[in-house]
């Protein structure tokens, strides 16, 4: 169906402002040959075409009648059928000439000579499939539907013939109209394609330390690219620039959808930023979506995409490579990656601090840095706090001898030479948060209830996990806070 919009916000029908539950369809055509579009509905949106006499009824009172209907069907000026929504649907129109009007839904279809069989199949199709959508957004049936002359019959419209005298000409009829609409409304609708759901953003930064690690094999390296992805794309994989989500009239997850159903096929030219690195310029956004179409996967993906960020840069920017897998820190690695990878308009020093310091929060959380088991300077000292210096009861170069004296002595830790406990680790107990796996039937309110005595709490656990919906999925491990 090609469904438009002009409401007659003219015509006194309208004005009148009265509502009605919806309990039928009225199917009329219009008892004149004329198929355009125009000749009704105005004025000209660019589509319809120019009305000379601009008797279209958007006007009081249309030839000086009180009549009004919810749709027209017809020809646009450059011949395509279409139909046009002239009222809201649920507002009480003037189309039947009798109690209909209290109840049913009315639309005409623009008559031609009657005898173009081409242009009949079309216009009854678009009425098929108009009445089909009416009845699920009204919870009506195929039974619901009437034509203008099966009113009459019924008591509740005026003596008019139509639709009678036309479909016959072309072998139809109300009842062959009426189980077409019903095969389309029995018809299973289109299976929807749910975008691959995100994981919360905790999981989201370990799947990619790992990821990154594994190749890189350097902690700072990974730590330098996870700083820049966060400041590009909080780390969502389904990331839609936030300036094209209004201009594109898309979220986040409407456009990974759209992209994957194929229903969106600008993808590659909108100039959209997209994704854990916010692709933007075409022939990148290009092979990521032909490497997503390769791999079978969704276009947001995070697997998918960190396949397709290591390609880039091990095919295509070696030198980039060779830093990050030799940094020595995660400034040098950051504004690498900045300079060369990312390239934001700004990439000054701000910038640059800024991702480093995202950079430095993921190599202090994922970094294991594993203490060396023997020191060539400084000592590795067993006390039960750094500051109390009284309480030491040894020092050691070797890292398994300070370990066993702290074991001896309860209440005691290992520190390094420059004062970090590294034993014994810290009880998990004590961590900022619980862990709750997500269950069939959980929802943030109650999840927030159980834990937090507060529904309204939810929120927290929202900010806590970097969800950005409230919708969350089976098997996920949430954090709630303590
Ligand atoms: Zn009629």
Redesign the pocket.
Known sequence: MNLHKLIFTENACYKAGRKITVKGIMV?STGANNPWLKRYVGPNDGLLGQNQYNNHWNTYYPGGREVCVHGFIGKLADGTIATYQTLPWDHRGW?AGGSANNTHIGFEICEDGLTDSTYFEKVYREAVELCADLCKEYGLTEKDIIC?SEGYRKGIASN?G?VMHWFPKHGKSMDTFRAAVKELLNTEPKEETISTPIAPLAEREKVIWDYLFGKLGNAYGVAGIMGNLNAESGLRPNNLQNSYEKKLGHTDESYNAAVDDGTYSSFVKDSAGYGLAQWTYWSRKQALLEFAKSQGQSIGDLSMQLDFLWKEMSENYSGLLKTLQTATSVEEASTAVLTKYERPADMGEAVQKKRAAFGESYLKKYAKVEPPAKLTTGYYRVRKTWADKKSQVGAYRILANAKATADKHPGTFVFSDDGVAIYPAEDTAEEAYRIHTVVKGDTLWEIAKAYLGDGSRYPEIKTLNGLKSNVIYTGWKLKIPN
């Open positions: 009329h189309h203008h008019h139509d």
